[in-house]
T-cell receptor
């Protein structure tokens, strides 16, 4: 049972435009969500997170939106840069717990 | 650099063998996690240790075991290796038991032949 799903395996955008990566979850116990970026041959790098008490969190070019009723979150990158090209993983956890449940990842390619 | 150090970076071994993967958490972090990333399974939680004690268990096979030592470094032991155990094994750490910010190492790439 895939509790966290990223339905788009890949996304391609032009430099300077907005990248929107989507993530859906099914477990209503999840109340903390994270986005990680991963380059080949490297570990996942923490990007941004959001608690279920918020519906938006912003950090520079990265904004995460959470729609609890739809069990959906999205990561917006504005403006997109070629260096943003990587695999992006959505992850979820219960605040009272420790384990992260990951989505399958979305390969973002930003074209110059 | 996340501050989480894993060794070895690459390992090739034969079926039936045993290997040990090592992890040093970020300075001050008490929780250590192990995750497995295989081609068909994505990133899967294996096990968590906090201050030397096992605290959470995920999809970890009985052939695998882990421990966290008094200096907080951790080892993941994989025995009776099978071809399907070939994967990237990540260690991660956080400051607290239910840490919301979890930092990952660069991984140990295990190939079983």
């Amino acid at each position: 049972d895939q509790q966290v799903k990223q339905n788009s395996p890949s996304l391609s955008v032009q430099e300077g435009r907005i990248s929107i990566l989507n993530c859906d979850y099914t477990n209503s116990m999840f109340d903390y969500f994270l986005w990680y970026k991963k380059y080949p041959a490297e570990g996942p790098t923490f990007l941004i997170s959001i608690s279920s008490i918020k519906d938006k969190n912003e950090d520079g070019r990265f904004t995460v939106f959470l729609n609890k009723s739809a069990k959906h979150l999205s990561l917006h990158i504005v403006p997109s840069q070629p260096g943003d090209s990587a695999v992006y993983f959505c992850a979820a956890k219960e605040t009272s717990g420790s384990r992260l449940t990951f989505g399958e990842g979305t390969q973002l390619t930003v074209n110059p | 650099d996340s501050g989480v150090t894993q060794t070895p970076k690459h390992l090739i071994t034969a079926t039936g063998q045993r290997v040990t993967l090592r992890c040093s958490p970020r300075s001050g972090d008490l929780s250590v996690y192990w995750y497995q990333q295989s081609l068909d399974q994505g990133l899967q939680f294996l096990i968590q240790y906090y201050n030397g004690e096992e605290r959470a268990k995920g999809n970890i096979l009985e052939r695998f075991s882990a421990q966290q030592f008094p200096d907080l470094h951790s080892e993941l032991n994989l025995s009776s290796l099978e071809l399907g155990d070939s994967a990237l094994y990540f260690c991660a750490s956080s400051a607290t038991l239910t840490g919301n910010t979890i930092y990952f190492g660069e991984g140990s790439w295990l190939t079983v032949v």
